[in-house]
T-cell receptor
Framework: EAAVTQSPRNKVTVTGGNVTLSCRQT?????MYWYRQDTGHGLRLIHY???????QIGDVPDGYKATRTTQEDFFLLLELASPSQTSLYFC???????????FGPGTRLTVL | GDSVTQTEGPVTVSESESLIINCTYS????????LFWYVRYPGEGLQLLLK?????QKGSSRGFEATYNKETTSFHLQKASVQESDSAVYYC????????????FGTGTRLQVLP
């Protein structure tokens, strides 16, 4: 039983389109994170949260919004998608101690 | 700032050969960061391979090992004899930056093990 799940696993949209990526964790963790993974860049932090209703800005937040509706659910919103947002997106959770993170399987987003 | 530099891939080795993936870090916001190696198999998310939180200590898992060397700011990943199933992307990471729960990841090193 996967503790961090993401949906959809693959998504194709057009420039200017509206996209929501979903993440759910059953680890009872307070912290949740959204990353993007691009060749040559490693994982870059977009947004993170330490609880329902909380949002913290990451290192590459431009063009992204996020919302943490419950302890379990964290959403990433692209309201006007651009080709530069084509990437592999990972969600992760953490209990806030020791910095170890638990990752979902990823969502591959293509913006045409 | 805080950063991680690791071997640029892809790295190709034959089964039963030895492996080393280099990782060096720069930690300006924290004196003793926690250090990690994560692995990502095809179609899956990252999973923790090993972690070390104390300088001078060695971590090991699944035949892989890495030593936290504060003098050389290194955390190289080694394995004496790789298997085809070790083919994956390996990420070195540094935790606790800026006294937050943020983690800085390296760019990842793709390993291909030939049968």
């Amino acid at each position: 039983e996967a503790a961090v799940t993401q949906s959809p696993r693959n998504k194709v949209t057009v420039t200017g389109g509206n996209v929501t990526l979903s993440c759910r964790q059953t680890n009872s963790h307070n912290y949740m994170y959204w990353y993007r993974q691009d060749t040559g860049h490693g994982l870059r932090l977009i947004h993170y949260s330490y609880g329902a209703g909380n949002l913290q800005i990451g290192d590459v937040p431009d063009g992204y919004k996020a919302t943490r509706t419950t302890q379990e659910d964290f959403f990433l919103l692209l309201e006007l998608a651009s080709p530069s947002q084509t990437s592999l997106y990972f969600c992760a959770s953490s209990d806030g101690r020791g910095y170890e993170q638990y990752f979902g399987p990823g969502t591959r987003l293509t913006v045409l | 700032g805080d950063s991680v530099t690791q071997t640029e891939g892809p790295v190709t080795v034959s089964e039963s050969e030895s492996l080393i993936i280099n990782c060096t870090y720069s930690a300006t916001s924290i004196a003793y960061p926690n250090l990690f190696w994560y692995v990502r198999y095809p179609g899956e998310g990252l999973q923790l391979l090993l972690k070390v939180i104390t300088a001078g200590q060695k971590g090991s898992s699944r035949g892989f090992e890495a030593t936290y060397n504060k003098e050389t700011t290194s955390f190289h990943l080694q394995k004496a004899s790789v298997q085809e199933s070790d083919s994956a992307v390996y990420y070195c990471a540094l935790g606790g930056v800026s006294n937050t729960n943020k983690v800085v990841f390296g760019t990842g090193t793709r390993l291909q093990v030939l049968p």
